[in-house]
Each structure stands twice: as structure tokens, then as C-alpha cells.
């Protein structure tokens, strides 16, 4: 039995939602993407089935609560890059801003990809699965290991 190939429109739409999902595991690297292809797919007049725009904006709902969920650690990490000591929160921020243009290009190749390459499918997924690894391992180093004690303090 054959496969229903989704449209275009419809897997802009699933991704924006995954990658809103992720937000918080990943720090924030993967809301760039997710922000794109939501708009991308509250845009779109055509193909799909008509309920894109309302994933897309279920995409940028998920993306509100990520962005609450992540913003403690966060919120610790840049205070503490703003110190004239903090050289590694200053490279997490770096490395997170990396990760996110690259995470963007990942994402934006998936959902192109015609669906029967799925190999290449899996490989981008796996690019994306490493980046937010990287992404949240980094930050947890730094949030509970490798930041002093005064940038708790609210």
C-alpha cells in the first residue's frame, strides 16, 4: 500500500511543531527554525487541508512555553557572560547561536527533501538530534557545575 505523500505546507507545519517542542531541551537553539516554519505555514494559501495555520500557530504557543520553561537557566547564563570572568557562557552563547543557523538549515533541507529519501531524512534528523544534545549538555555543564554561586541570585 502506498503512502499518503503530506504537502509541502502540512510538513512545514509537523516540523514547526517538533522543533517548538524542543525549545526547552535545546536551550532555545531550535525556536529560530520552529519560528520560520510556522510563519512559513500561516502564510501558505495553498496546499494541505486547511488546518496548517492552525498547527503553525499551536507551533507558536509550544514556542511561549518553551521559552518560560527555559528562561531560568538562561537567564543565569547571560548574567553570568556579562561579568568580565564569564568566558564560558560567552561560548555556550556563541556555540547555542551556531547550533541554531545550524539547526535552521537542517530543518529547512528536511522539510524540502522529497519523502522517499529517507535515509537522507534520517541523517538531517540525526544532525538535529546532535545539535540539541550538544546544546543542552552544554548547558547543563555550565548551570550546574561551572557557575558561581552570585549569578543565582535573583
Do not use: N
Not at 536551550?27 to 495553498?46: D, E, I, N
Amino acid at each position: 500500500m502506498a503512502r499518503r505523500l503530506k504537502p509541502f505546507v502540512e510538513r512545514e507545519a509537523t516540523w514547526a511543531v517538533a522543533l517548538a517542542a524542543l525549545g526547552f531541551v535545546s536551550m532555545y537553539a531550535t525556536l529560530p527554525a520552529a519560528t520560520l516554519l510556522g510563519y512559513r505555514s500561516l502564510r501558505r494559501q495553498r496546499g494541505g487541508d486547511g488546518s496548517e495555520p492552525a498547527i503553525g500557530m499551536l507551533a507558536f504557543g509550544m514556542m511561549l512555553v518553551s521559552f518560560l520553561l527555559a528562561y531560568p537557566a538562561m537567564r543565569v547564563i547571560v548574567i553570568a557572560a556579562s561579568r568580565p570572568e564569564g568566558w564560558a557562557p560567552r561560548a555556550f552563547l556563541c556555540t547555542l547561536i551556531v547550533l541554531a543557523a545550524a539547526i535552521v538549515g537542517l530543518a529547512t533541507v528536511a522539510v524540502r527533501m522529497h519523502p522517499e529519501r529517507w535515509i537522507a531524512r534520517r541523517c538531517l534528523l540525526a544532525g538535529i538530534g546532535v545539535a540539541i544534545a550538544v546544546a543542552f549538555t552544554q548547558a547543563m555543564v555550565l548551570v550546574l557545575g561551572g557557575l558561581p554561586a552570585w549569578s543565582f541570585a535573583s
